[in-house]
């Protein structure tokens, strides 16, 4: 048997890592304790911030780094601290909303305030997903700059998620950086900041450089890490813009898709 060819496997979580139900399969966590037990460290490098990532951590008994917020956050899980965390503008931020909105019309707006216990806001009309993670709604705009944060949600009630991203993409690209994290979720972030960025900082802490790296995804905020990593694989739900740059595509995160790679690759 070859050895483990990765130093490294890096796994989005929602969509990836995750199932529906925000669970892990047994087979998708042996398969990750393989990869460790064969020289490997995973690393969970997704677009929530820290807030909405601990209780996953904590319940895989994930005690290493993490990236988190779209790589503005390198969070070590197992000391329960931030190593790194990077704001967005906000005086560029409002900037760009006020030329998207100027462009399409009213957008509803959230947001994630910085730091571990940072609180996402909601604002009026913003769609929220089924599921556990708490929010605070709010009312008046002026909360929205009140404290430090990561990063924008916006929605738009009209446009697709595509075409909200493309739009917006092309009226303040200069300003900030804008990416489609999955279903209703259009993120404005700091301009340059990706997944790859937080993935490359975590990855120089443990030694660890991108030929050295596998990377698992679903969406196109995923692409930039896909760039980084020496081999990057969609999951066989993800979004065609991933799946057009991936090295290769696997099953979907419901039918073990990490798992069937890792397995293969400690079988050859």
Known sequence: MSPFPYRLVATDLDGTLLRADESVSARTRDALTAATEAGAAHIVVTGRAVPWTRHILDDLGYEGIAVCGQGAQVYHA?????????????????????????????????????????EVLMGPGYRVQEGPLPYVPYEDPAELWAAPLTKLYIQHPTLSDDELTRIARETVGGLVDVVMAGPGIVEILPLG???????????RRLGVKAADTIAFGDMPNDIPMFAWAAHGVAMGNAHEELRAVADEVTSSNEDDGIAVVLERLLST
Not at 92 to 117: C, F, I, N, Q
Not at 193 to 203: M, Y
């Open 193 to 203: 900041l990706s997944k790859a960025t937080g993935l490359s900082l975590a990855a």
């Open 78 to 118: 197992g000391e329960h601290r931030l190593l790194t965390s990077l704001t967005l503008d906000r005086q560029l931020a409002g900037l760009a909303l006020s030329k998207m909105e100027a462009e399409v019309g009213p957008l509803a707006v959230a947001a994630s305030r910085d730091g571990l216990e940072g």
